[in-house]
Nanobody, 129 residues
Framework: QVQLVESGGGLVQAGGSLRLSCAAS????????MGWFRQAPGKERAFVAA????????DYSDSVKGRFTISVDNAKSTVYLQMNSLKPEDTAVYHC??????????????????????WGQGTQVTVSS
């Protein structure tokens, strides 16, 4: 069983930066594809970024491409989301997720909510204008 705990959220002005962390425990972290998603009030959970098990493939939503970067440190069992040039529309609760209960392609960065099995509780990001 894998447990995920996000941290690093907070309040930032537009144009600022934050780095989110997702610490995993319970199983060998480096064995799974990972993703970041966000959910704003009244909206469905939406894809932000994903990284393949190999770490060699990444994917981003069009709204964050060029501003956000996903990375993984297997030695620390942690996945990161570096967020730069933040906008008010980036305000949401950010969740990390692991695809840990089914098969996967080592080189695919999975971009959908239904692709993942385990979720963290989320961390709030608020961007003021």
């Amino acid at each position: 069983q894998v447990q995920l705990v996000e941290s690093g959220g907070g309040l930032v002005q537009a144009g600022g930066s934050l780095r989110l962390s997702c610490a995993a425990s319970g199983r060998t972290f480096g064995s799974y594809p990972m993703g970041w998603f966000r959910q704003a009030p009244g909206k469905e959970r939406a894809f932000v970024a994903a990284i393949s098990k190999s770490g060699g493939s990444t994917d981003y939503s069009d709204s964050v491409k060029g501003r956000f970067t996903i990375s993984v440190d297997n030695a620390k069992s942690t996945v990161y989301l570096q967020m730069n040039s933040l906008k008010p529309e980036d305000t949401a609760v950010y969740h990390c997720a692991a695809r840990n209960s089914r098969g996967y392609n080592t080189w695919i960065a999975y971009p959908s909510v239904i692709d993942y099995d385990t979720w963290g509780q989320g961390t709030q990001v608020t961007v003021s204008s």
